[in-house]
């Protein structure tokens, strides 16, 4: 059984630019829930979506959006890049039907902003 | 691999002593923690998990401690291998809004031949 993968695992973008990361759930999740992670703030929860609709949200700016598709592909978009949004950026996928231990983690999307 | 971070408190440990890694967490209204372990290059590995209503949980050479009276959980891994080498993060979240976990600071093993 596939784990959950991320596309692509680095980026290098400029201030300004906007980037889409993917993430592909392992096969029968439906819920994927995207964090960052970077060396000053820890590991931080972004968003969760499941069966294409956001669920929860975290505290970040509106800069950063996802969606959910019916295949619970999801995408995570952040637009107008900053210097600070350079991190590893992290989905796990889950069947939603138990305890929230039922999360697995991609390996990330490294993001560098230049 | 991944820099998970740079200022991480370490605990480096001789092999097949036994490890003891502790986290504070932050909302009395949390009822579910969980162990992950991150090796580099990779994303977080579920360890262990533990419910409020419960103290203790043993796992594969793993136990977790949690102490609600003070907000403080502890990861025990016996006989510590080279492979254990890796960051360690507790998180909390709530049963009720399920998939929003909250991250500790994390605690990097090091793991002496």
């Known amino acids: 059984k596939a784990g959950v993968t991320q596309t692509p695992r680095y980026l290098i973008k400029t201030r300004g630019q906007q980037v889409t990361l993917s993430c592909s759930p392992i096969?029968?999740?439906?819920?994927v829930s995207w964090y960052q992670q970077t060396p000053g703030q820890g590991l931080q929860f972004l968003f969760e979506?499941?069966?294409?609709?956001?669920?929860n949200k975290g505290n970040f700016p509106g800069r950063f959006s996802g969606r959910q598709f019916s295949n619970s592909r999801s995408e995570m978009n952040v637009s107008t890049l900053e210097l600070g949004d350079s991190a590893l950026y992290l989905c796990?996928?889950?069947?939603?039907?138990?305890?929230?231990?039922?999360?697995?983690f991609g390996p990330g999307t490294r993001l560098t902003v230049l | 691999g991944e820099s998970v971070g740079l200022h991480l408190p370490t605990l480096s440990v001789q092999e097949g002593d036994n490890s003891i890694i502790n986290c504070a967490y932050s909302?009395?209204?949390?009822?579910?923690f969980i162990w992950y372990k991150q090796e580099s290059g990779k994303g977080p590995q579920f360890i262990i998990d533990?419910?409020?209503?419960?103290d203790k949980r043993q796992g594969q050479r793993v136990t977790v401690l949690l102490n609600k009276t003070v907000k403080h959980l502890s990861l025990q891994i016996a006989a510590t291998q080279p492979g254990d080498s890796a960051v360690y993060f507790c998180a909390e979240t709530r049963m009720d809004s399920s998939y929003k976990l909250i991250f500790g600071s994390g605690t990097r093993l090091l793991v002496r031949p």
């Open positions: 796990a996928s889950s069947h939603r039907s138990g305890t929230p231990n039922e999360q697995f």
């Open positions: 979506y499941f069966s294409e609709t956001q669920r």
């Open positions: 096969s029968g999740h439906r819920s």
């Open positions: 909302n009395s209204a949390s009822d579910y």
């Open positions: 533990i419910r409020s209503n419960m």
